[in-house]
């Protein structure tokens, strides 16, 4: 169901809001990882995930044990692929999350302070919510 013209111009105004109070984190929710997601290798993973799975019943109706185990480690192989495609690195040009390096907690970067000092994204957004709650009731303590 499309949005209405009153409800894109909302979505709008909160995309722009989002965008000049933390360009950051605006930018970190615009990347996908749909984009990174290797196909083939998808494929070749549930191709492994599925054949180990039929080696390891296939070797427990026979009986035939090493069958199983071959069977399990194919299916974790299988398994092991399909989640390195997922969650593969990405490239340059799409700015995928894998790309980027985030610095250990408490430590600060050649880029800003350090987390702790920042006061912590939970407090900015329990100020804002208080303020905006100040807002709409018009009282100011």
């Known amino acids: 169901m499309p949005l ?3 409800e894109q ?11 000049a109070e933390d360009p950051k984190f605006a930018d970190a929710l ?20 599925i054949g180990g799975l ?8 026979t ?6 185990v071959i ?16 969650s593969g690195k990405g490239d340059e040009e799409t700015g995928a999350p894998g790309d980027t390096k ?9 880029t800003g302070p350090s987390q702790s000092d920042a006061g912590g994204f939970m407090d900015r957004m329990e100020e804002r919510w208080k303020k ?3 807002d709409e009731r018009g009282d100011h303590y």
Do not use: W
């Open 63 to 68: 009986g035939i044990e090493a069958l199983g």
């Open 9 to 19: 111009r909302l979505l709008e105004q909160m995309e722009r809001a989002l965008y």
């Open 4 to 6: 209405s013209d009153h």
């Open 102 to 110: 985030v610095p250990l907690k408490g430590r600060a970067t050649a």
């Open 30 to 49: 615009r990347k996908t990882n749909g984009a990174n997601v290797d196909r083939k290798m998808v494929a070749i993973g549930a191709v492994g995930l």
């Open 71 to 86: 069977g399990f480690l194919g299916m974790l192989v299988g398994a092991f692929v399909m989640y390195r495609a997922f």
């Open 54 to 61: 039929c080696m390891l019943v296939g070797g427990m109706a």
């Open 132 to 134: 905006r709650k100040e």
